[in-house]
């Protein structure tokens, strides 16, 4: 069975300060992470995904097998980040996508 | 056109009631999704159709019918539903059922079942 556990639902921090949401999955195949977005009034959108390695928006997300985490972190919170933050999971050769039950980002300024 | 739409944006309708939701793409994508989405949770995943074929049922009762006309066209038809299935409704859709592909959402359709 696929689990995404994100176990913070509210999450606080100063504008500059660093950031990092956790996400642990449970899963016994090769998983595919994403982390997705839902900024205030605006439709859920995906920020990240494991597989492109990427940064979007200053945000990283490293894949760590042995702990089964897919934590996400910026260096410097900046006010616009302030949102909605659902990890998600999906098992190798299909698109069933479980989501975390998510995390609530405020930046103070 | 690079989003999914959804209509209608709200939706009341009383338990005797028969409507439908409708949710469309135009960006080539050959899988469509719906998900409900309670307040203060993670959506969830109700259907998923791969190339206009229903490809995963989560178990979802049966008052729940989905259709899939053309690969741009998604719809729920709603019928004899309870007061507990007023969510917020999103459908989605990604160019493939590729566990890597991205998924698209739309804003959603808020019901409420009276």
């Known amino acids: 069975a696929q689990r995404v556990t994100q176990p913070e639902k509210l999450l606080s921090v100063f504008k500059g300060a660093p950031v990092e949401l956790k996400c642990n999955y449970s899963?016994?195949?090769?998983?595919?992470l994403f982390w997705y977005v839902q900024y205030s009034r605006q439709r859920l959108q995906l920020l990240l995904r494991?597989?492109s390695r990427e940064s979007i928006k200053g945000f990283t997300a490293d894949l760590n097998k042995g702990e089964t985490s897919f934590h996400l972190k910026k260096p410097f919170a900046q006010e616009e980040d302030s949102a909605m933050y659902y990890c998600?999971?999906?098992?190798?050769?299909?698109?069933?996508?479980?989501f975390g039950q998510g995390t609530r980002l405020t930046i103070n300024p | 056109d690079t989003e999914v739409t959804q209509t209608p944006k709200h939706l009341v309708m009383g338990m005797t009631n028969k409507k439908s939701l409708k949710c469309e793409q135009h960006m080539g994508h050959r899988a469509m999704y719906w998900y409900k989405q309670k307040a203060k949770k993670p959506p969830e995943l109700m259907f998923v159709y791969s190339y206009e074929k229903l490809s995963i049922n989560e178990s979802v009762p049966s008052r729940f019918s989905p259709e899939c006309p053309n690969s741009s066209l998604l719809n729920l038809h709603l019928h004899a539903l309870q007061p507990e299935d007023s969510a917020l409704y999103l459908c989605a859709s990604s160019s493939s059922v590729t566990s890597t592909d991205t998924q698209y959402f739309g804003p959603g359709t808020r019901l409420t079942v009276l």
């Open positions: 899963y016994s195949g090769s998983p595919e």
């Open positions: 494991h597989i």
């Open positions: 998600a999971l999906s098992g190798t050769g299909a698109q069933k996508l479980v």
